[in-house]
């Protein structure tokens, strides 16, 4: 295409700037709102699979009851009767933190010497627990660890008081220590956790003598685990059960793919009205030009110069939105996030780490389906322009009598 058209096209979008600012609204707006969710969807599986591993830590297997956990004697005969070491009990549910804007924040009762092999949150490089860790969650009732993080943030510090709601109990808790892991997965993990010790976790949350669960790390692909396994199960009363680690998350992982698929389906709807707005302008435009369009073709331009010509023009411009709409769903994401998040806690599970995450495929994403779109909402009028023979593009009444012969 010769760039003498591509400025007579490009002149009349100055021209007129009124319809070029809405085409390119229209193809920012579809942008961005796919963008937004696909960034806030990325955050929210993200948030997720941080909070699910900082539960399950190493662990390989799992030991559940039914709604009201486990009694905690199971431990004690699997210690004693198989002499299992890595095993580690796990009393957990969601508290609500008063002093953090009633933030929810998951409550995770361990027993400090069992849980080295598990999760080193509160445990040396070398797995081996301080002393003074050690000493104050075994003589001091009551007290819990805190991320660091979210104890500056909320201007905390070690023996600041903390009011955790669970359901009709009020508990009133101390932040014993701040934690603060070398990695940031870890840190990131932590920011939606309180650690105490399985005592208080049980007088808290009212599961005296319970425990939510029993973390297993046991190699299954040898011989003596699968016996483990075995021997595991003959000693488990009825209505409990082992699982892999996996299989619970990965029933959680199936339903939150189906809840981002809907929300991105949702946002391709925003793209479908943007082409059909790209498309009604563009074909207003080659209407409106009709004369000029004529006119090159009375000179000679061809009819590829005319399609060429169009589309260049409807991709320029859909560039220029699909830009605008990057920026935009950026911004736009990371206000959606958290109706995100909110939707899965009432529908779904409770996420207590909401980081907002940029994801350069979201961005290749909308790049891709902006200017796609752009150039197929194009195509039809850049088609009409140039189906038709340029005595007829100079007449005025051609439309009206195509219309007239198509009709009845």
Same mark, same amino acid.
């Given at each position: 295409?010769?760039?003498?058209?591509?400025?007579?096209?490009?002149?009349?979008? #100055?021209?007129?700037? &009124?319809?070029?600012?809405?085409?390119?609204?229209?193809?920012?707006?579809?942008?961005?709102?796919?963008?937004?969710?696909?960034?806030?969807?990325?955050?929210?599986?993200?948030?997720?699979?941080?909070?699910?591993?900082?539960?399950?830590?190493?662990?390989?297997?799992?030991?559940?009851?039914?709604?009201?956990?486990?009694? /905690?004697?199971?431990?004690?005969?699997?210690?004693?009767? &198989?002499?299992?070491?890595?095993?580690?009990?796990?009393?957990?549910?969601?508290?609500?933190?008063?002093?953090?804007?009633?933030?929810?924040?998951?409550?995770?009762?361990?027993?400090?010497?069992?849980?080295?092999?598990?999760?080193?949150?509160?445990?040396?490089?070398?797995?081996?627990?301080?002393?003074?860790?050690?000493?104050?969650?075994?003589?001091?009732? #009551?007290?819990?660890?805190?991320?660091?993080?979210?104890?500056?943030?909320?201007?905390?510090?070690?023996?600041?008081?903390?009011?955790?709601?669970?359901?009709?109990?009020?508990?009133?808790?101390?932040?014993?220590?701040?934690?603060?892991?070398?990695?940031?997965?870890?840190?990131?993990?932590?920011?939606?956790?309180?650690?105490?010790?399985?005592?208080?976790?049980?007088?808290?949350?009212?599961?005296?003598?319970?425990?939510?669960?029993?973390?297993?790390?046991?190699?299954? *692909?040898? #011989?003596?685990?699968? *016996?483990?396994?075995?021997?595991?199960?003959?000693?488990?009363?009825?209505?409990?059960?082992?699982?892999?680690?996996?299989?619970?998350?990965?029933?959680?992982?199936?339903?939150?793919?189906?809840?981002?698929?809907?929300?991105?389906?949702?946002?391709?709807?925003?793209?479908?009205?943007?082409?059909?707005?790209?498309? #009604?302008?563009?074909?207003?435009?080659?209407?409106?030009?009709?004369?000029?369009?004529?006119?090159?073709?009375? &000179?000679?331009?061809?009819?590829?110069?005319?399609?060429?010509?169009?589309?260049?023009?409807? &991709?320029?411009?859909?560039?220029?939105?699909?830009?605008?709409?990057?920026?935009?769903?950026?911004?736009?994401?990371?206000?959606?996030?958290?109706?995100?998040?909110?939707?899965?806690?009432?529908?779904?599970?409770?996420?207590?780490? *909401?980081?907002?995450?940029?994801?350069?495929?979201?961005?290749?994403?909308?790049?891709?389906?902006?200017?796609?779109?752009?150039?197929?909402?194009?195509?039809?009028?850049?088609?009409?322009?140039?189906?038709?023979?340029?005595?007829?593009?100079?007449?005025?009444? /051609?439309?009206?009598?195509?219309?007239?012969?198509?009709?009845?």
């Amino acid at each position: 295409m010769k760039p003498i058209l591509l400025r007579i096209g490009l002149r009349y979008s #100055n021209q007129n700037l &009124l319809q070029t600012i809405l085409l390119i609204l229209g193809v920012a707006i579809g942008v961005a709102v796919i963008v937004a969710v696909d960034l806030a969807n990325k955050s929210a599986s993200r948030s997720f699979q941080i909070s699910a591993d900082s539960i399950t830590g190493r662990a390989t297997h799992r030991i559940t009851g039914g709604p009201s956990g486990l009694d /905690e004697d199971i431990y004690r005969r699997l210690r004693l009767q &198989l002499g299992l070491e890595k095993i580690a009990p796990v009393v957990e549910d969601y508290v609500t933190v008063i002093e953090l804007n009633r933030r929810p924040m998951r409550l995770l009762g361990l027993d400090p010497f069992a849980e080295a092999p598990f999760r080193n949150y509160v445990a040396n490089t070398d797995g081996a627990l301080p002393v003074e860790t050690l000493s104050t969650i075994l003589t001091q009732p #009551n007290s819990v660890f805190l991320s660091e993080d979210v104890a500056r943030s909320s201007g905390m510090t070690t023996d600041s008081k903390l009011s955790l709601e669970h359901g009709s109990r009020n508990i009133e808790v101390f932040i014993a220590g701040l934690l603060q892991p070398d990695d940031r997965i870890s840190r990131q993990a932590l920011s939606g956790i309180i650690i105490t010790d399985i005592s208080t976790a049980q007088e808290t949350l009212g599961q005296i003598g319970r425990l939510s669960h029993i973390d297993l790390l046991i190699d299954t *692909t040898l #011989n003596s685990g699968k *016996t483990e396994i075995e021997q595991i199960r003959r000693i488990l009363p009825p209505g409990t059960s082992v699982e892999r680690s996996e299989s619970r998350s990965a029933v959680i992982e199936e339903i939150k793919s189906a809840f981002e698929f809907n929300l991105f389906a949702l946002s391709l709807l925003s793209l479908v009205v943007a082409a059909f707005l790209i498309y #009604n302008t563009v074909l207003f435009s080659t209407i409106k030009r009709r004369p000029t369009l004529g006119a090159l073709r009375a &000179l000679g331009v061809t009819k590829g110069q005319i399609f060429g010509m169009i589309i260049s023009e409807t &991709l320029i411009l859909g560039v220029i939105g699909t830009l605008l709409g990057l920026g935009l769903g950026v911004i736009l994401g990371k206000g959606l996030i958290h109706l995100v998040t909110q939707t899965i806690n009432d529908l779904y599970f409770t996420l207590t780490v *909401t980081g907002f995450s940029l994801s350069p495929l979201s961005f290749i994403k909308g790049a891709f389906i902006g200017i796609s779109a752009s150039f197929m909402a194009g195509l039809v009028p850049a088609w009409e322009a140039t189906n038709i023979e340029p005595v007829g593009v100079l007449r005025r009444s /051609e439309i009206e009598n195509r219309v007239s012969r198509a009709l009845p």
